[in-house]
Nanobody
Framework: QVHLTESGGGSVAPGGSLTLSCAAP????????ISWFRQVPGNEREWVAG????????MYGDAVKGRSTISQDIAKNMVFLQMTDLKPEDTGLYYC??????????????????????WGQGTPVTVSS
């Protein structure tokens, strides 16, 4: 059962920008955490960025820090990941995921894949010239 829905992926040249969207109805609660992960075939799913809905608290992985912005629109049940200066190594299938009950340790939960109970099906991002 799909709980979240990603969109906004596509093909872009190096240096370009994309904004990914995550529709998360029912998960935009003050005690929720939403994170973005990405995966390429043969590799483990990598944490990209996350947001603690009740803060908000924001965190970014080293690979995208300074090039990405995560944000939320609670009224619309949406989380966004704006990515700029995209590089070929940013290519992958991007997933958003939700974890409930993260308030007391959101800074730990956000980056741990095994903390997230609910996932989308992913949106593909390809960065190439």
């Amino acid at each position: 059962q799909v709980h979240l829905t990603e969109s906004g992926g596509g093909s872009v040249a190096p240096g370009g920008s994309l904004t990914l969207s995550c529709a998360a109805p029912g998960y935009m609660n003050p005690n929720s955490c939403i994170s973005w992960f990405r995966q390429v075939p043969g590799n483990e799913r990598e944490w990209v960025a996350g947001i603690y809905v009740g803060g908000p608290g924001l965190m970014y992985g080293d690979a995208v820090k300074g090039r990405s912005t995560i944000s939320q629109d609670i009224a619309k049940n949406m989380v966004f990941l704006q990515m700029t200066d995209l590089k070929p190594e940013d290519t992958g299938l991007y997933y958003c995921a939700a974890a409930l009950g993260c308030t007391r340790r959101w800074w730990l939960v956000l980056l741990r894949r095994d903390e997230f109970q609910y996932w989308g099906q992913g949106t593909p991002v390809t960065v190439s010239s």
